[in-house]
């Protein structure tokens, strides 16, 4: 049976290795609304960090609890 995983999930599963990512890599592993992810995340007390790298460009990662 294949588990379908959620958008939440799926972030985590990405940020959780504490590096910075392009927020294009989590639009093609998460969901092109990844920001409303990010957003829910933060609601359940992920500590996700963003950075900005160039003109509309941000990277994120996620901090140790």
């Known amino acids: 049976m294949?588990?379908?995983?959620t958008n939440l999930e799926r972030l985590i599963s990405v940020l959780k290795d504490g590096k910075w990512h392009l927020g294009d890599e989590l639009a093609a592993k998460v969901s092109?609304?990844?920001g409303h992810t990010v957003f829910e995340?933060?609601?359940?007390?992920?500590?996700?960090?963003?950075?900005?790298v160039a003109h509309n460009q941000f990277q994120y990662r996620l901090l140790a609890a």
């Open 41 to 52: 995340a933060r609601k359940k007390g992920y500590l996700i960090e963003k950075r900005k």
């Open 2 to 5: 294949l588990v379908k995983l």
């Open 32 to 34: 092109w609304r990844f």
